[in-house]
């Protein structure tokens, strides 16, 4: 009889996708509730974006041991800010210190894709995107998740307008600048995104959270929670 050998992985991976897209004065994050494990169904109203503070929310996609694990000590490093300079940091200061928390577990890292997005001190939309050791970039659009492969294109195709014929009466775009939304406009892509990948992804499904954080003209910001259902099986 050969060697026996016994291995133990202390990491899963539960499916779902998440995906924010920033315009000028708004944000929208979102995530799908199923968690699964292989074909297993482990609950459909598993919740994967949450809110950070005021003008800001985060969404976690991985193995979700690690992702709430990492949200409960974000949150906790967030009220000790808070509780030691009486105010709520940037979206910025967030981003860093999201990057520092990632980056500090490189050796044994949180198994989780982390999407950061909110309003900035300077009034304007933006998405940070982070990888499990802490890279990250501003975007104006990033999708991730089991999905990933199937909705970034799509969100590359509509946001960015890559491989789209120009129309040859609007004004060419000018290098660097950020893409300009309606915030309806926004929602409807978001949707389409989430059906689209339910009816090809069987680790996409059942519900879909919606978080809007939009800046008014009176210079309050807002957030509205849509949840809207996707297909269960």
């Not at 074909?39 to 992702?67: C, H, K, W």
């Not at 989780?112 to 009034?123: C, K, P």
Request: proline share 6%.
């Amino acid at each position: 009889m050969g060697p026996v050998q016994h291995q133990f992985n202390p990491y899963a991976d539960n499916g779902g996708s998440i995906l924010a897209i920033s315009s000028s004065k708004f944000a929208v994050i979102a995530g799908d509730t199923r968690q699964s494990s292989g074909y297993n169904i482990e609950t459909r109203t598993a919740r994967r974006v949450f809110q950070l503070t005021p003008d800001s929310a985060i969404a976690v996609q991985g193995f979700m041991g690690d992702a709430m694990n990492f949200v409960k000590r974000l949150k906790q490093r967030l009220e000790w800010y808070n509780h030691t300079h009486n105010e709520v940091p940037t979206l910025k200061s967030i981003a860093r210190l999201v990057q520092t928390m990632l980056y500090g577990k490189r050796f044994f890292p949180y198994y989780s894709y982390v999407i950061l997005a909110g309003i900035d001190r300077d009034g304007t939309g933006a998405v940070y995107s982070f990888d499990p050791v802490g890279s990250y970039e501003r975007e104006s659009c990033r999708a991730y998740g089991s999905a990933q492969s199937l909705v970034q294109p799509f969100l590359d195709n509509m946001i960015y307008k890559k491989n789209q014929t120009p129309d040859p009466s609007a004004p060419p775009p000018v290098p660097g600048q950020r893409p300009e939304f309606v915030l309806d406009d926004v929602k409807s892509i978001l949707t389409d995104a989430f059906t689209g990948a339910a009816e090809r992804h069987i680790e996409v499904g059942d519900g879909l959270d919606m978080l809007v954080i939009e800046k008014m003209d009176e210079g309050k910001i807002e957030m509205r929670w849509h949840n809207l259902p996707l297909k269960r099986d």
